[in-house]
T-cell receptor
Framework: DAKTTQPPSMDCAEGRAANLPCNHSTISGNEYVYWYRQIHSQGPQYIIHGLKNNETNEMASLIITEDRKSSTLILPHATLRDTAVYYCIVRAGIYNQGGKLIFGQGTELSVKP | EAGVAQSPRYKIIEKRQSVAFWCNPISGHATLYWYQQILGQGPKLLIQFQNNGVVDDSQLPKDRFSAERLKGVDSTLKIQPAKLEDSAVYLC?????????FGSGTRLTVV
């Protein structure tokens, strides 16, 4: 079963920051937080991941609370193309250690003009 | 680099028929996954391969589903016989030492 809780849907105005929350209160010390998104009719796409430090890449920022029980994905300037379902996943280890991704229901983000 | 290739893109079959899906992962990726995604739900892991060995098939309905990756590269997922509830998108993914990359999936409709 998925070990995360996300709101089922969110709206965001184009050009504004989209802040997507995720609760993972039972996360273990060796588990990473991963974010993927899925645009309609496509496979999920990797966005970002982190262990305990905040992370930033060209797509997004990931803020993880100090107790690691929750995190927030930030899309700094949302565009219409960011409309998608966003999945927050906790996963032990990294890919070459054989860990697997267990998806929950995700958050459906609608970016509106 | 080329992505994860899947075929066919769409498939419609009658219940009790059989169907097979094919996946060609990214070159050099040792780990391959098959996921099932029912409309409105997140992807559900069916089976995970490491090279040509099965790592996890605990969620694979083995009475009707089978998968193989004989040479540790391409993989085939088969359903025989299909049921109406098997209607879904079947996603293949592969990973090396970084993030997991998904294909576009095969949309199966069982009528």
């Amino acid at each position: 079963d998925a070990k995360t809780t996300q709101p089922p849907s969110m709206d965001c105005a184009e050009g504004r920051a989209a802040n997507l929350p995720c609760n993972h209160s039972t996360i273990s010390g060796n588990e990473y937080v991963y974010w993927y998104r899925q645009i309609h009719s496509q496979g999920p796409q990797y966005i970002i991941h982190g262990l305990k430090n905040n992370e930033t890449n060209e797509m997004a920022s990931l803020i993880i609370t100090e107790d690691r029980k929750s995190s927030t994905l930030i899309l700094p300037h949302a565009t219409l193309r960011d409309t998608a379902v966003y999945y927050c996943i906790v996963r032990a280890g990294i890919y070459n250690q054989g860990g697997k991704l267990i998806f929950g229901q995700g958050t459906e983000l609608s970016v509106k003009p | 680099e080329a992505g994860v290739a899947q075929s066919p893109r769409y498939k419609i079959i009658e219940k009790r028929q059989s169907v097979a899906f094919w996946c060609n992962p990214i070159s050099g990726h040792a780990t391959l996954y098959w996921y099932q995604q029912i409309l409105g739900q997140g992807p559900k892991l069916l089976i995970q391969f490491q090279n040509n060995g099965v790592v996890d098939d605990s969620q694979l309905p083995k009475d009707r589903f089978s998968a193989e990756r004989l040479k540790g590269v391409d993989s085939t997922l088969k359903i025989q016989p299909a049921k109406l509830e098997d209607s879904a998108v079947y996603l293949c993914a592969s990973s090396g030492d970084r993030d997991l990359t998904f294909g576009s999936g095969t949309r199966l409709t069982v009528v």
